[in-house]
C-alpha cells in the first residue's frame, strides 16, 4: 500500500526549470530520509539529491547551486526544484524514501531537456 507518486516532469529547454513533486502515502512521513534519483538512458540510477528528516540536504555535485530540494511534511511531499537545466539531466526522476530498514521507490517521471 506504500506509494511514492512523482509529477512534474517533461520537456524543457537548455537553461530552462523545472519542478518535481514526490506524494508519500507512507506513515511517519516525517521520519523518512527522502531522495531523487535520475537514470540517464544506458547509464545506472544514481543520486541526485537528498533530504534527511531534519531537513538538512546534500547534493549531486553536477546539480549543486542549480537544484533545490524541499520537503513539506504536513503534506507527505518532496519537492526538487530544477533550474539551470542541462541536456546531461535527461533522464528518468525517481523518488526515493528510506527509514531504518524500509526503503520504497516511485514510478519515475521522464524530464528532457533538449532544444
Known amino acids: 500500500q506504500v506509494q511514492l507518486v512523482e509529477s512534474g516532469g517533461g520537456l524543457v529547454q537548455p537553461g530552462g526549470s523545472l519542478r518535481l513533486s514526490c506524494a508519500a502515502s507512507?506513515?511517519?512521513?516525517?521520519?523518512?530520509?527522502m531522495g531523487w534519483y535520475r537514470q540517464i538512458p544506458g547509464n545506472q540510477r544514481e543520486l541526485v539529491a537528498v533530504?534527511?528528516?531534519?531537513?538538512?540536504?546534500n547534493y549531486a555535485a553536477s546539480v549543486k547551486g542549480r537544484f533545490t530540494l524541499s520537503r513539506d511534511n504536513a503534506k507527505k511531499t518532496v519537492y526538487l526544484q530544477m533550474n539551470s537545466l542541462k541536456p546531461e539531466d535527461t533522464a528518468v526522476y525517481y523518488c526515493?524514501?528510506?527509514?531504518?530498514?524500509?526503503?520504497?521507490w516511485g514510478q519515475g517521471t521522464q524530464v528532457t531537456v533538449s532544444s
Open positions: 526515493s524514501s528510506r527509514y531504518a530498514s524500509y526503503d520504497y
Open positions: 533530504i534527511s528528516s531534519d531537513f538538512s540536504t
Open positions: 507512507v506513515s511517519f512521513f516525517r521520519l523518512y530520509t
